[in-house]
């Protein structure tokens, strides 16, 4: 069983939005509130990069390119963290992972893609 799910991704139009999920289904709260966790992308070519990071006591920080556009959460009781993307521009298109860091132990989703038509 996968240890990240993530879902949300789709075909969207330059302005709009969307909200990806990333669901931790064998992670027990007590260590899913002890983790950090982040979004990373890879567009086609390119580099995978940080979208955008939340620590466990839920401290947060975002890549230039989506500062004021995107917010990084996670609700601990549904052991799922979210990145909601806003007037998101063709630029954003990419494969979006989550990512998880505990006590030095890291997982990878298998990625969702996103597309943004102009």
């Known amino acids: 069983q996968l240890r990240l799910v993530e879902s949300g991704g789709g075909l969207v139009q330059a302005g709009g939005s969307l909200t990806l999920s990333c669901k931790f289904p064998?992670?027990?709260?007590?260590?899913?509130?002890?983790?950090?966790m982040a979004w990373y992308r890879q567009a086609p070519g390119k580099d995978r990069e940080l979208v955008a990071a939340?620590?466990?006591?839920?401290?947060?920080n975002y890549a230039d390119s989506v500062k004021g556009r995107f917010a990084i959460s996670k609700d601990n009781v549904k052991r799922t963290m979210y990145l909601k993307m806003d007037s998101l521009k063709p630029e954003d298109t990419a494969v979006y992972y989550c990512?998880?860091?505990?006590?030095?132990?890291?997982?990878w989703g298998q990625g969702t893609q996103v597309t943004v038509s102009s």
């Open positions: 990512y998880r860091d505990y006590q030095g132990q890291t997982d």
């Open positions: 939340i620590t466990s006591g839920r401290n947060t």
């Open positions: 064998t992670t027990i709260l007590s260590t899913f509130t002890s983790m950090d």
